[in-house]
T-cell receptor, first 117, second 114 residues
């Protein structure tokens, strides 16, 4: 399966600042996905990032708050803008990979744990 | 819309005990079903999956059977180990054509004591 590297792995940020998370995949993929995992909660898809076009955001997420870049087929960034303590979460990058049986499987990076003070 | 409901945790078991973590879902069509595991300090890893009714997914001693009649995908293991302590997430592929969009349950924390 694809190997996904994210950085930073964790950070502590001040309210009102912005932070950019990077995601690197070891192979070319058409779509990359950004998820959020709030403390003690489940995962929620933020947006789908396609190379060469604007990201597609899920309900409740907007580009001004979570701008995404996708400059090539192996890299994407997610920025968390004007952070507040409510943005404290783990942010995960993921890609779809076809396993041995031909099924599409979602594979995740290790995540970036952000704490906003 | 689609949704996944898991039993609440934490689930605390002694080593070698039998494990069941319940998962039920609501979905239109025929979703694929997944169990993911998150070990302490690590990212999510796919544990097993089933893509159609009556399929049984299995991996590392864990099993789950896709039951369409009861809309369930319960996770089982006959004998848990301390190293199985983790958070387990049930998930389904949504009705949208976005193959990267999974609907996750709230997660169940498993603690296995020696």
């Amino acid at each position: 399966s694809a190997v996904i590297s994210q950085k930073p792995s964790r950070d502590i940020c001040q309210r009102g600042t912005s932070l950019t998370i990077q995601c690197q995949v070891d192979s070319q993929v058409t779509m990359m996905f950004w998820y959020r995992q709030q403390p003690g909660q489940s995962l929620t898809l933020i947006a789908t990032a396609n190379q060469g076009s604007e990201a597609t955001y899920e309900s409740g997420f907007v580009i001004d708050k979570f701008p995404i870049s996708r400059p090539n087929l192996t890299f994407s960034t997610l920025t968390v803008s004007n952070m507040s303590p409510e943005d404290s979460s783990i942010y995960l990058c993921s890609v779809v990979w076809q396993d041995k049986s031909g099924a599409n499987v979602l594979t995740f990076g290790a995540g970036s744990r952000l704490t906003v003070l | 819309g689609d949704s996944v409901t898991q039993m609440e945790g934490p689930v605390t078991l002694s080593e070698e005990a039998f494990l069941t973590i319940n998962c039920t879902y609501t979905a239109t069509g025929y979703p694929s079903l997944f169990w993911y595991v998150q070990y302490p300090g690590e990212g999510l890893q796919l544990l097993l999956k089933a893509t159609k009714a009556d399929d049984k997914g299995s991996n590392k001693g864990f099993e789950a059977t896709y039951r369409k009649e009861t809309t369930s995908f319960h996770l089982e293991k006959g004998s848990v180990q301390v190293s199985d302590s983790a958070v387990y997430f049930c998930a389904l592929s949504g009705e949208s054509s976005n193959t990267g969009k999974l609907i996750f349950g709230q997660g169940t924390t498993l603690q296995v004591k020696p």
